[in-house]
């Protein structure tokens, strides 16, 4: 079983930064494909950017594109999300993401994932 903690979400105006981290529990963590996703109330949860296990490559909506950088640091058992040019529209909850199998390609699907942490709120003001 793995367990995902978010952390760094809050309140910042529009154009602010945040860094969102994500910490995994689990020896295996380095083997683990990563991926952000976001909810904003009365939305669907869309998927916000994702990681391959080893780094190598990485995939964000064309939403946050040239705003949000996803990385992970292994030895920490941690995935952030940067997150830079904040919008009011970027206001949700944003949960991080895990699984298990080694794809070589950043997953995009909520349903790709096995684990889920509790979110952590974002509040991008005017």
């Known amino acids: 079983q793995v367990q995902l903690v978010e952390s760094g979400g809050g309140l910042v105006q529009a154009g602010g930064s945040l860094r969102l981290s994500c910490a995994a529990s689990g020896r295996t963590f380095s083997t683990y494909a990563m991926g952000w996703f976001r909810q904003a109330p009365g939305k669907e949860r869309e998927f916000v950017a994702a990681i391959t296990w080893s780094g190598g490559s990485t995939d964000l909506a064309d939403s946050v594109k040239g705003r949000f950088t996803i990385s992970r640091e292994n030895a920490k058992n941690t995935v952030y999300l940067q997150m830079n040019s904040l919008k009011p529209e970027d206001t949700a909850v944003y949960y991080c993401?895990?699984?298990?199998?080694?794809?070589?390609?950043?997953?995009?699907?909520?349903?790709?994932?096995?684990?889920w942490g509790q979110g952590t709120q974002v509040t991008v003001s005017s």
């Open positions: 993401a895990a699984d298990w199998r080694r794809s070589t390609v950043p997953l995009r699907q909520g349903d790709q994932y096995a684990y």
